[in-house]
């Protein structure tokens, strides 16, 4: 999105209960290193695989690198996930076994 007039109420879509909506939310607000905190709360609090991956791929074309905050937030996520694609995709952002 171009407009950042609107990303404060895209970010109000991270709870919201359709998962198509809050993966889009996701898409958009992840190539804007302000809301990582937000994003990163969302993925943690509902793991979910379309999220993450959502979230990894616009890190990654984005071309930002994630605070040492929220690898350590995501760092807890794949320490105790049994998601074999989570894991990946969070291999993606460098995130590892510890």
């Given amino acids: 999105?171009?407009?950042?007039?609107?990303?404060p109420h895209i970010a109000k879509l991270l709870s919201h209960q359709q998962k198509g909506v809050k993966r889009d939310?996701?898409?958009v607000l992840s190539s804007k290193a302000q809301y990582h905190d937000q994003v990163v709360a969302?993925?943690?609090s509902s793991p979910d695989v379309q999220i993450v991956d959502?979230?990894?791929r616009a890190i990654s074309d984005?071309?930002?690198v994630l605070s040492q905050y929220n690898k350590a937030r995501l760092q807890?996520?794949?320490?105790?996930t049994q998601n074999p694609i989570i894991l990946k995709r969070l291999q993606t952002l460098g995130i590892k076994s510890t």
């Fill in 1 to 7: 999105s171009k407009s950042t007039a609107l990303l």
């Fill in 25 to 27: 939310a996701v898409k």
């Fill in 42 to 44: 969302t993925i943690l």
């Fill in 54 to 56: 959502a979230f990894t």
């Fill in 62 to 64: 984005s071309g930002l």
């Fill in 76 to 80: 807890s996520l794949y320490n105790t």
